[in-house]
């Protein structure tokens, strides 16, 4: 599989609405859940997705056939997206972690994305990676050390939804370099990929829901299709961002969440973040921009040599 050529500053843009969009998912999540079980508000959002994906193809006339050669890709990135979901999810419908801290756990992904790079992907690491991930890591410590006695386990499920996000993400990177092929074998768009994650984790949000389906109401409904449309727009646009720049970089435009996340809580949930929460959140960040600038400078020092990574 050919290697494809990278576009920085898209990919960088994609995620940075990608993200925006995710913050506004994550505080309607919180809210739905407040009103029916938190596996039915992961299902409308799975389900919603689907039906943005395949609208959005079918405006585009972008195939949604996946090819043979790319199915296991497309496998391995739909179930680690579910597992990666349903940590999520399970996390935002618990009112025992503030959305905050819920978010700042799960922003520990690119960091593990950024480590498991090298040997996964074949893309050379930042420098400063150790010492960026001792940072993020002692910042998940503060954010998580005083909710380990009432909610250490759910702290867990966060940073362990953390790990899957990771991987499906490191697999969205090796399709996104499927996607640059060239021949007459069309090659999967970001709505194939999109609706096939969004397909499997439907299936397997629907089945965790049936038990305790509860029939919504009216603002309720809306909270369940304002987190569907949000996840599902920016599903798209972080599976964009994924096939136009390295694993690494653009994962760690994610933080603008963070920061997004933090502020919509404290506006339309009303959480304050303690001093442990803020310095939790205000390291991971740190840690995410200096990977970032990192990435950035390696990319400017390699420009005009050929490249070295491999899908």
């Known amino acids: 599989m050919a290697s494809g050529q990278t ?23 919180r809210l739905a859940s407040a009103r029916v079980p938190w596996a039915e508000v992961a299902t409308f959002r799975a389900l919603v997705g689907a039906g943005i994906a395949l609208a959005f193809a079918l405006v585009r006339r972008a195939p949604l056939r996946v090819e043979p050669s790319d199915r296991p890709l497309a496998w391995g990135r739909a179930l680690c997206g579910t597992v990666a979901m349903y940590c999520t999810f399970l996390t935002l419908g618990a009112p025992l972690l503030a959305l905050g801290d819920v978010v700042t ?12 790079s090298p040997r996964l992907l074949g893309e050379r690491g930042s420098r400063g990676l150790w010492g960026a991930t001792l940072v993020a890591f002692l910042g998940v410590a503060l954010v998580a050390g005083p909710q380990l006695e009432l909610a250490g386990h759910l702290a867990f499920i966060a940073t362990a939804g ?28 970001p709505e194939a990929v999109a609706l096939h994650f969004s397909l499997v984790a439907s299936v397997a949000m629907l089945v965790l829901s049936i038990p305790d389906f509860e029939v919504p109401d009216a603002k309720g409904a809306l909270l369940l299709f304002a987190t569907g449309i949000s996840g599902g727009l920016a599903q798209l646009a972080m599976t964009r961002a994924y096939a136009l720049d390295r694993a690494a970089r653009v994962g760690t435009v994610g933080y603008l969440g963070v920061v997004l996340s933090h502020v919509l809580g404290v506006i339309a949930l009303g959480e304050a973040p303690g001093p442990h929460q803020l310095a939790g959140a205000t390291l991971v960040t740190a840690a995410g921009v200096a990977l970032t600038v990192g990435a950035l400078r390696d990319h400017q020092g390699s420009a005009g040599t050929p490249s070295k990574e491999r899908p």
Do not use: C, E, H, Y
């Open 162 to 189: 953390a790990l899957a996000s990771a991987m499906a993400m490191i697999w969205l990177r090796k399709l996104g370099s499927s996607m640059k092929r060239t021949g007459d074998q069309p090659a999967p768009g």
């Open 105 to 116: 756990l799960g922003a520990t992904s690119p960091i593990f994305v950024a480590l498991l």
């Open 7 to 29: 576009n920085p500053v898209a990919g960088l843009l994609w995620m940075a609405l990608a993200s925006t969009l995710f913050a506004v998912m994550n505080v309607a999540a």
